[in-house]
């Protein structure tokens, strides 16, 4: 069982900057792949990011170049830093592993 627990919502503006953190534990993190997913409301949930074990990312065409997928195995985080926030990035952004996921943290982009 592994349990994880994103922070580092909030509300900012349009343009803006967050850095949303996931930390896991009761298994061995580095072996596996970190998923970032998000959903607005009305909406499924998407995936937004990746981050391979071996640190390969992988992004949804409406993020990449702007969000950045990290992970630092030493502490069993992984990390989503979000720039040029726009409106439509409002969602509950959550980690997963394999079939665990955590509660979600809130991210609004509004002026």
């Known amino acids: 069982q592994v349990r994880l627990v994103e922070s580092g919502g909030g509300l900012v503006q349009p343009g803006g900057s967050l850095r949303l953190s996931c930390v896991a534990s009761?298994?061995?993190?580095?072996?596996?792949?970190i998923h970032w997913y998000r959903q607005a409301p009305g909406k499924q949930r998407e995936l937004v990011a990746t981050i391979t074990s071996g640190h390969h990312q992988f992004y949804i065409d409406s993020v990449r170049g702007r969000f950045t997928i990290s992970r630092d195995d030493a502490k069993n985080t992984v990390y989503l830093q979000m720039n040029s926030l726009k409106p439509a990035d409002t969602a509950i952004y959550y980690c997963?592993?394999?079939?665990?996921w955590g509660q979600g943290t809130q991210v609004t982009v509004s002026s």
């Open positions: 009761g298994r061995i993190f580095s072996t596996y792949d």
């Open positions: 997963n592993l394999e079939r665990n």
